[in-house]
């Protein structure tokens, strides 16, 4: 079965830092990918989506990647900020109908 | 305009009682979904329906869980005989269609304890 990994639990850096988050995925890649956010007490809230044959999408201080050989994709927050601590969640469309969640990763940007 | 709503926000049951929370997609969204989300966990996908299709129920945990979305627009999840470890945050999304191409618009979530 498919399985989704985001690096670490939690990550701390200083504020103006890049925040570099992983996700990791088994077996065969999926179609799209998409990186979400999660305040406490809140629905996640979608940020970005990269599609297979994409390497690369960028959003403002966002950036993903998405390398199919290491089964991979990285998102970096550049020049960050403590409103952007929170959770992060990758999520991976395989079958073109449903989204399957990694457990994500907390983030706190410290002044 | 409105986002997705689900009520209750939040939900206090004795274990064995059923439950049934509701989930108001936004307007126009074939897609519908609910997930399960424990505490510090990530998201586990229940259920869901795109327009008048058959909804796909893999995510289902047992049989005492089920679902239903009259009209194509609100959603009932409902939980029979509920267990202690059914307690766990509710989340619905909609989206335009299911295609992993659209993005998900999350509820607040229904916030489930079982005592």
């Known amino acids: 079965s498919q399985k989704i990994e985001q690096n670490s639990e939690a990550l701390n850096i200083q504020e103006g830092k890049t925040a570099t988050l992983t996700c990791n995925y088994t077996n065969y890649s999926p179609a799209y990918l998409q990186w979400y956010r999660q305040d406490p007490g809140r629905g996640p809230v979608f940020l970005l989506l990269?599609?297979?044959?994409?390497k690369e999408k960028r959003k403002e201080r966002l950036k993903v990647t998405f390398d199919t050989t290491l089964k991979q994709s990285l998102f970096h927050i550049t020049a960050s900020q403590p409103a952007d601590s929170a959770t992060y969640l990758c999520?991976?469309?395989?079958?073109?109908?449903?989204?399957?969640f990694g457990a994500g990763t907390r983030l706190t940007v410290k002044p | 305009g409105a986002g997705v709503s689900q009520s209750p926000s939040n939900k206090v049951t004795e274990k064995g009682k059923d439950v049934e929370l509701r989930c108001d997609p936004i307007?126009?969204?074939?897609?519908l979904y609910w997930y399960r989300q424990s505490l510090g966990q990530g998201l586990e996908f229940l259920i869901y329906?795109?327009?008048?299709?058959?909804?796909?129920k893999s995510g289902l945990p047992s049989d005492r869980f089920s679902a239903e979305r009259t009209g194509g627009s609100v959603s009932t999840l409902t939980i029979q005989r509920t267990q202690q470890e059914d307690s766990a945050v509710y989340l619905c999304?909609?989206?335009?269609?299911?295609?992993?191409?659209?993005?998900?618009?999350f509820g607040p979530g229904t916030r489930l304890t079982v005592t």
């Open positions: 990269i599609r297979e044959n994409e």
């Open positions: 307007s126009g969204h074939t897609a």
């Open positions: 999520a991976l469309s395989y079958n073109n109908n449903d989204m399957r």
């Open positions: 999304a909609s989206s335009l269609q299911t295609s992993g191409a659209y993005e998900q618009y």
């Open positions: 329906f795109q327009g008048n299709s058959a909804p796909d």
